[in-house]
Antibody, heavy 112, light 112 residues
Framework: QVQLKESGPGLVQPSQTLSLTCTVSGFSLTSNSVHWVRQPPGKGLEWVGA???????DYNSALKSRLSISRDTSKSQVFLKMNSLQTEDTAIYFCTRSLYEWGQGVMVTVSS | DVVLTQTPVSLLISLGGQASISCRSS???????????LHWYLQKPGQSPQLLIY???NRFSGIPDRFSGSGSGTDFTLKISRVEPEDLGVYYCLQRTHNPPTFGSGTKLEIK
C-alpha cells in the first residue's frame, strides 16, 4: 500500500537551513507527484510546493526564494530544503502523494 | 490565489445527527479539462489529514457512504450523516484546479 514517511531535524536555529526527506513506498515517483504541506501549531494547512512526475517543481510564491524540492527516484525519496529559516516556519511538515495519501508529518521548531 | 471560505467555523452535532459544511471559492473551480478539483479532508486530533472526498463527490478508498460531497462552480458542500464519535476533528476543503493549491480555513466538528 501507499506509504510516506517524513524525517528530519526537530529543531533548527533561526537563519539556518531546513532539510527534510520524504521516503515513499507503494508507488513510483515517476508516475506520481509529491507535495509538501505545512501546519503551524494550532493553525490550518498551507501548501508549500510539489515535485511532479516528470521532475518539474512548483512552489508557494511566498516561499519560492527560500525553497527547493528535489528527488532521488532510485531511493524513492523526495527532499525539501528551505533556507533562512524564521520562527514563523515552525510547523508540522507533511509530504503527500498527489494530495491523496499523507505521511504522519514531522514537527520542525525554529528556535535558538 | 484562490480563496476558499468555509462555514461554519465549528459545529456541535449529536451522535447520529447530520452535519453540513460549506466551502465557497473566490472563483470557479471548473478546470479547462472540464473536471472540478475540489477535495475534502478530515484531520483527526493528533493525526495527518485524510482524504474523504475527491473531485467534489467521489469517496476515497475506505470512506463510508455517510460522507457525501456535492456542488459545482464556486459552491460546495460536505454532508456527514449518522455522525459517529470517530468523525470528530477538523474538516478542510482544498482546491487544486488553480495553482497554487489552496485550503479552506477549516471547520471543527465536535460531538455532543
Amino acid at each position: 500500500q501507499v506509504q510516506l514517511k517524513e524525517s528530519g531535524p526537530g529543531l533548527v536555529q533561526p537563519s539556518q537551513t531546513l532539510s527534510l526527506t520524504c521516503t515513499v513506498s507503494g508507488f513510483s515517483l515517476t508516475s506520481n507527484s509529491v507535495h509538501w504541506v505545512r501546519q503551524p501549531p494550532g493553525k490550518g494547512l498551507e501548501w508549500v510546493g510539489a515535485i511532479w512526475s516528470g521532475g518539474s517543481t512548483d512552489y508557494n510564491s511566498a516561499l519560492k526564494s527560500r525553497l527547493s524540492i528535489s528527488r532521488d527516484t532510485s531511493k524513492s525519496q523526495v527532499f525539501l530544503k528551505m533556507n533562512s529559516l524564521q520562527t514563523e516556519d515552525t510547523a508540522i511538515y507533511f509530504c503527500t502523494r498527489s494530495l491523496y495519501e499523507w505521511g504522519q508529518g514531522v514537527m520542525v521548531t525554529v528556535s535558538s | 490565489d484562490v480563496v476558499l471560505t468555509q462555514t461554519p467555523v465549528s459545529l456541535l452535532i449529536s451522535l447520529g445527527g447530520q452535519a453540513s459544511i460549506s466551502c465557497r471559492s473566490s472563483q470557479s473551480l471548473v478546470h479547462s479539462n472540464g473536471n472540478t478539483y475540489l477535495h475534502w479532508y478530515l484531520q483527526k486530533p493528533g493525526q495527518s489529514p485524510q482524504l474523504l472526498i475527491y473531485q467534489v463527490s467521489n469517496r476515497f478508498s475506505g470512506i463510508p457512504d455517510r460522507f457525501s460531497g456535492s456542488g459545482s462552480g464556486t459552491d460546495f458542500t460536505l454532508k456527514i450523516s449518522r455522525v459517529e464519535p470517530e468523525d470528530l476533528g477538523v474538516y478542510y476543503c482544498l482546491q487544486r484546479t488553480h495553482n497554487p493549491p489552496t485550503f479552506g480555513s477549516g471547520t471543527k466538528l465536535e460531538i455532543k
